[in-house]
């Protein structure tokens, strides 16, 4: 069974410190894509890897992609509380879009 | 350039009564998606098409639930008749065709539906 996990589910932090939501997927697959969803509004897409050791940048936001071992880290450094919603990675495997169950992420000021 | 286009943003609707979602996905964009998402879960994946045709509806619930895409661009996703357990938010996405890879989605801002 394709299964995606997220860790951790839920996470609250301070402003300023560093932390690392971790997806791990069971299934081979060289893409995967992390989207970031406010409360009561639709998902958006963050960043898109498409190979091995694809790394993207955007902000305070840094995601990574290691297809041998399986894992994509999404880093945040420095957090601000507009970072605060919920993270979704997907890996996109065999015509199908696995979603992990997400992250939700509270940045208190 | 428009993205994702969903009506209605909300519904609510006694149990049994038939209710019908609309999209219109960014122009250029083969792939239709709708998935339904649960309060605090991901979501999931109800029927995929790729121009007019379905190619994976394995996972929409047939009995009460249909979704058509007659000229390959706009798409309904009907419910009849309408059950407490399907208050949820229906999304549809759009993507380009990617061979064997879903690629990257976009997003509508969802219908939320509460049956009563």
């Known amino acids: 069974e394709l299964k995606v996990e997220q860790n951790p589910l839920f996470l609250s932090m301070q402003e300023g410190k560093n932390y690392t939501i971790y997806c791990n997927y069971s299934t081979t697959s060289d893409r995967l894509y992390w989207y970031r969803q406010d409360p009561g509004k639709s998902l958006e897409s963050l960043f898109v890897?498409?190979?091995n050791g694809a790394v993207k940048q955007e902000g305070r936001l840094m995601a990574s992609l290691d297809t041998k071992a399986r894992l994509s880290t999404l880093h945040i450094t420095a957090a601000v509380h507009d970072l605060s919603a919920t993270y979704f990675c997907a890996v996109d495997s065999n015509y199908q879009l696995i979603w992990g169950a997400g992250t939700k992420l509270i940045i208190k000021p | 350039e428009a993205g994702v286009v969903q009506s209605p943003r909300y519904k609510i609707i006694e149990k049994k009564q038939p209710v019908a979602f609309w999209c219109n996905p960014i122009s250029g964009h083969n792939t239709l998606y709708w998935y339904l998402q649960n309060l605090g879960q991901g979501p999931e994946l109800l029927i995929r098409?790729?121009?007019?045709?379905?190619?994976?509806d394995s996972q929409l619930p047939k009995d009460r639930f249909s979704a058509e895409r007659l000229k390959g661009v706009d798409s309904t996703l009907k419910i009849q008749p309408a059950e407490l357990g399907d208050s949820a938010v229906y999304l549809c996405?759009?993507?380009?065709?990617?061979?064997?890879?879903?690629?990257?989605?976009?997003f509508g801002e969802g219908s939320r539906l509460t049956v009563l």
């Open positions: 890897l498409l190979s």
């Open positions: 098409y790729e121009n007019e045709e379905a190619v994976d």
């Open positions: 996405a759009s993507s380009l065709d990617s061979g064997q890879y879903t690629g990257e989605l976009f």
